[in-house]
């Protein structure tokens, strides 16, 4: 059964190898912060028939990275640090699922971020981040 993908919502390719492999990934148009979504499908199931975690863990990094990236605006990039996920809800194939990002200021070079995802308006994963900020001439 095939399910639309929400009005203002477009598919987003980050240039990402693992990411095209677990996607399509959606980002809302317009929105102030980065905020990503997916179409869960039957790829994304564990052997209970509910979303796979490493996929929730996978979005919730990626929506953080991209939304500070994006606050930042000055051609810097971010990797993770650290990543704690809290799993307190599912979701099932079918289910429409976003990413909702919170930033909170750093220092130092590094940020932190605090992303929930959602199933319409229950929440499923609570996730917090440090992330360090680097300059793409620094990773060569």
Request: aromatic share 8%.
């Amino acid at each position: 059964m095939s399910h639309p993908v929400p009005e203002g919502y477009q598919s987003i390719d980050f240039g990402i190898p693992f990411l095209q492999l677990i996607g399509p990934v959606y980002h809302k148009v317009g929105a102030p912060v980065l905020h990503l979504a997916m179409r869960i499908e039957h790829k994304h199931c564990n052997a209970l028939g509910s979303v796979h975690g490493g996929l929730l863990a996978t979005l919730a990094d990626v929506a953080s990275v991209r939304a500070l990236v994006q606050a930042r605006n000055n051609g810097q990039r971010a990797f993770t640090i650290s990543l704690n996920t809290d799993y307190i809800g599912q979701a099932v194939e079918g289910d429409w699922i976003e990413a909702h990002i919170t930033i909170k200021k750093g220092s130092g070079g590094v940020a932190f971020a605090l992303c929930e995802i959602k199933v319409d308006d229950k929440l499923i994963v609570v996730s917090s981040g440090s992330f360090k900020f680097f300059t793409p001439s620094e990773a060569s």
